[in-house]
T-cell receptor, first 114, second 113 residues
Framework: DTGVSQDPRHKITKRGQNVTFRCDPI?????LYWYRQTLGQGPEFLTY????????KSRLLSDRFSAERPKGSFSTLEIQRTEQGDSAMYLC????????????FGQGTRLTVV | QQQVKQSPQSLIVQKGGISIINCAYE??????FPWYQQFPGKGPALLIA?????SEKKEGRFTISFNKSAKQFSLHIMDSQPGDSATYFC????????????FGTGTRLLVSP
């Protein structure tokens, strides 16, 4: 499968715990995005990487959230001290560089904070 | 101003019928308008997209109609099939040079056999 891969697919955690999600983009894509989707809503932009540089962060990304993309390949999204409001589907997408090109989404990581 | 308003919230269409989903926006800086299809448990997948320099784009059974003056765009699914049953999202890109998409709230389409 050469699509965007996310791991894990599902994560249940207790409130206050830290969680980390991984995204492996399509190999030749130098742009990577994280979105969050809550039940019954459309995805909301969280952050964007061009290669290893994080170039844009939404105000939705509080201080408890951090994303990295070392070496411009896979990316991780960490949520510290999880809250019940963090329960959502976290989607990763990737695209080729230069201009607006199609973003390919992964299947997402479903986070449930209990 | 960054919102994209989508309607209806849900839609039931008979097999072979036409499904129509509408979206409206306020931000005139939006310059790329994709539609995504999402099945349960899956990520969104791009169906078709349009830029504001054209009023219509057709790909197979899917057509986007775009009205720049009214700041509205719509998705038409011709000859709707049960396999089209999914949630559809319109989106818009505010001319950032990358995919900082603003999504609508989605339309759950059910095509009855």
């Amino acid at each position: 499968d050469t699509g965007v891969s996310q791991d894990p697919r599902h994560k249940i955690t207790k409130r206050g715990q830290n969680v980390t999600f991984r995204c492996d983009p399509i190999s030749e894509h130098n742009r990577l995005y994280w979105y969050r989707q809550t039940l019954g809503q459309g995805p909301e932009f969280l952050t964007y990487f061009q290669n290893e540089a994080q170039l844009e962060k939404s105000r939705l990304l509080s201080d408890r959230f951090s994303a990295e993309r070392p070496k411009g390949s896979f990316s991780t999204l960490e949520i510290q001290r999880t809250e019940q409001g963090d329960s959502a589907m976290y989607l990763c997408a990737s695209s080729l560089g230069q201009g607006v090109t199609e973003a390919f989404f992964g299947q997402g990581t479903r986070l449930t904070v209990v | 101003q960054q919102q994209v308003k989508q309607s209806p919230q849900s839609l039931i269409v008979q097999k072979g019928g036409i499904s129509i989903i509408n979206c409206a926006y306020e931000n005139t800086a939006f310059d790329y308008f994709p539609w995504y299809q999402q099945f349960p448990g899956k990520g969104p997948a791009l169906l078709i997209a349009i830029r504001p320099d054209v009023s219509e784009k057709k790909e197979g059974r899917f057509t986007i109609s775009f009205n720049k003056s009214a700041k509205q765009f719509s998705l038409h699914i011709m000859d709707s099939q049960p396999g089209d049953s999914a949630t559809y999202f319109c989106a818009a890109d505010p001319n950032t040079g990358f995919q900082k998409l603003v999504f609508g709230t989605g339309t759950r389409l059910l095509v009855s056999p």
